[in-house]
């Protein structure tokens, strides 16, 4: 039966949450207290193609924008001159953003937004960072895409296609000059998802993620500097996976990488190479003035991977303001 497969709580290892390569791009998809840490507003968007050559494989779009809120403030040109006084911004404790996403995978369809509340402390030659986000989604059963042995079966037959699930978000993030970390737990409310019938209700449980991301920025010399990172995602059930990422940027316009991507198991210990789901990813991107791009590729390494010409991902972004001064300490791409 269809739901047998789509409803079945055992079934841990489905996507629930979008996968996305280049989240380095936009931490903001992984930790709500990303909205404006930087004091610019930023612009992004972000789609995704998972597995191409597999017909009804996931497919992922994501537009989002957050930034600080500012206040006003005078500035003098002349220490002597009071005429010479002008008005001018500087940026509140406050970050505010917004993310609407679209995401396919086979007969399910996800569209949903996130609403974002951030508190930026200013520490020294560093900040600390908290986030909150209000999330909700409307889950549906595209009927065209679903192949039944029985089409009289009386799982499919008579029940709603659409429920709407509301939930939240919470992260932490650390910056210095060098090194960030940052934590977030994604759907803390465990959110159940019910899809009536004429005489039950199916329910399946959207279970609590948990993201923990760290880097370091190495100075090769005045333009060249690398940063190795890590992404761990966890969920209630302690199914794990890992990201180990490289990259180097040059001249802070340029940037290239290596991923290696292992497969989601209950023992990060039981991974190799090989292991189920587990992918290699490159990524390169460019600037321009305030526009970014980015693009990657990834290439899984089960069987899957000899079946689909791999998973692509594309990220525009762009970036309003000026931190220079500001913050002279930040991480940037």
Avoid: C
């Amino acid at each position: 039966m269809l739901f047998t497969f789509l409803f079945y709580d055992g079934i841990l290892k489905s996507q629930q949450l979008p996968i996305f390569n280049q989240y380095t791009m936009n931490n903001y998809l992984i930790n709500p207290a990303i909205a404006g840490h930087d004091g610019l507003t930023t612009f992004t968007l972000t789609g995704r193609e998972q597995w191409i050559g597999i017909k009804d494989a996931p497919s992922t779009y994501a537009f989002n924008i957050h930034g600080r809120m500012t206040k006003s403030s005078f500035i003098s040109r002349s220490p002597h001159v009071r005429r010479g006084w002008k008005s001018a911004s500087r940026p509140k404790k406050v970050g505010l953003g917004v993310n609407f996403y679209t995401d396919f995978a086979g007969a399910i369809n996800r569209t949903g937004f996130q609403l974002t509340y951030a508190y930026h402390i200013p520490l020294y030659n560093s900040q600390l960072s908290f986030g909150l986000s209000l999330t909700g989604f409307q889950f549906s059963l595209n009927e065209s895409k679903i192949v039944l042995h029985d089409p009289d079966d009386e799982q499919l037959t008579g029940i709603k296609k659409s429920a709407l699930i509301s939930d939240a978000n919470a992260g932490i993030y650390y910056t210095s000059p060098d090194f960030y970390i940052g934590i977030s737990a994604m759907q803390l409310f465990e959110s159940l998802l019910k899809i009536p019938d004429k005489q039950k209700s199916l329910g399946f449980k959207m279970v609590r993620h948990y993201f923990l991301i760290t880097g370091y920025r190495y100075k090769i010399n005045r333009e060249v500097f690398i940063e190795p990172s890590v992404l761990l995602k966890t969920t209630e059930k302690l199914i794990s996976q890992l990201d180990f990422n490289a990259t180097l940027y040059v001249n802070k316009q340029y940037w290239a990488g290596l991923s290696y991507r292992t497969g989601g198991n209950y023992s990060l210990a039981e991974e190799t190479t090989g292991g189920t789901g587990s992918s290699f990813i490159i990524l390169g991107g460019i600037k321009y003035e305030k526009y970014y791009f980015g693009y990657s590729f990834d290439y899984n390494l089960s069987a899957i991977g000899k079946r689909s010409w791999g998973s692509h991902e594309i990220v525009f972004a762009v970036k309003i303001g000026e931190t220079t001064r500001k913050y002279r300490w930040l991480n940037i791409y």
